[in-house]
């Protein structure tokens, strides 16, 4: 069956690199429909020739986050969630918009929610491709610890290995789940909840979908990293702003 990937993203200097290395990492996956959402108003140039030449399978979207929904320059990265709206848009398209195959029955299909920063084993498609309801497994390099992950007991989810507040409903980085297509279907309203207090964003979706005891857990029964949970340096330019005022600034023309 085929995985549903929804990635939101946004304009900023290091997008580019950020999507090559996604995009080079699904090349290898077989059967991935990409889904990448912008935030912004409008698709970008640089986001369309990308995706044009990726030579994946892909579907375009763009949503801009609402200005009192955005971070501000100075804010704590963890004052409000990200990729709300454009997450939603991704499952939006998936319920209304996307155009079955003739050879598929329509439901088949895994989703999952793949932020373009992480860093993702072409062994994490595999494992989930296999999910019934709601799969799950560890997520490295994540909420102050060297991994958080399901702790499963006789083939079950019992409980959760996290540094912060076990007591959220299902608390798990979005990298750690993946969605049937089918679920999603036959639950027209579950989305991401935009005003949910933080670390909540993940539990706003999945309580609409599936209890603790239904979770499959995947990843040798969630012993094994698959996915991390990787964050890229903002690149310093003060050498380019000290360079512009010269007027000697790098090529504008050159796409970075
Ligand atoms: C953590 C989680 O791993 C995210 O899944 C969760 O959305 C986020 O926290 C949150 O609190 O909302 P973190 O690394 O802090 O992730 O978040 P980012 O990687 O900066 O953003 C998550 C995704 O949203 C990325 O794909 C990013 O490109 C996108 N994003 C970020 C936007 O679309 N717009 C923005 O203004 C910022
Ligand atoms: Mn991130």
Redesign the pocket.
């Known amino acids: 069956s085929t995985i549903f990937v929804i990635?939101?993203?946004?304009a900023r200097l290091v997008q580019k690199a950020e999507l090559t290395r996604l995009s080079q990492t699904f090349l290898h996956v077989p059967q991935l429909h990409w889904i990448l959402v912008e935030?912004s108003p409008r698709k970008t140039p640089l986001v369309s020739n990308f995706l044009m030449k990726s030579g994946l399978t892909y579907t375009h979207l763009n949503v801009p986050?609402a200005k009192e929904r955005?971070?501000q320059e100075g804010d704590p990265?963890?004052l409000k969630?990200?990729?709300?709206e454009?997450r939603n848009e991704g499952l939006r398209w998936l319920r209304e918009d996307r155009k079955t195959e003739p050879e598929d029955d329509g439901q088949q299909g895994v989703v999952y929610?793949a932020?373009?920063?992480n860093t993702y084993s072409l062994q994490l498609f595999e494992e989930m491709r296999s999910t019934r309801r709601v799969s799950v497994w560890p997520v490295g390099l994540?909420g102050g610890m060297k991994f958080e992950s399901p702790v499963v007991e006789g083939g079950k989810v019992v409980r959760f290995h996290t540094g912060w507040r076990p007591s959220r409903p299902f608390p798990m980085?979005?990298?750690g789940f993946a969605v049937s297509l089918r679920l999603v279907l036959a639950n027209p309203d579950a989305c991401f909840d935009g005003e949910a207090p933080?670390g909540f964003?993940e539990s706003s979706l999945l309580k609409g979908l599936v209890t603790v005891d239904e979770l499959e857990p995947k990843a040798d029964n969630c012993t094994k990293v698959l996915v991390w949970?990787t964050?890229t340096e903002k690149p310093k330019m003060k050498r380019e702003e000290a360079l512009q005022v010269q007027g000697l600034g790098s090529d504008p023309a050159v796409e970075v």
């Open positions: 990635t939101p993203t946004y935030d986050t955005k971070l990265s963890w969630p990200r990729g709300v454009q929610f932020d373009d920063d994540v980085d979005m990298a933080m964003l949970h964050r």
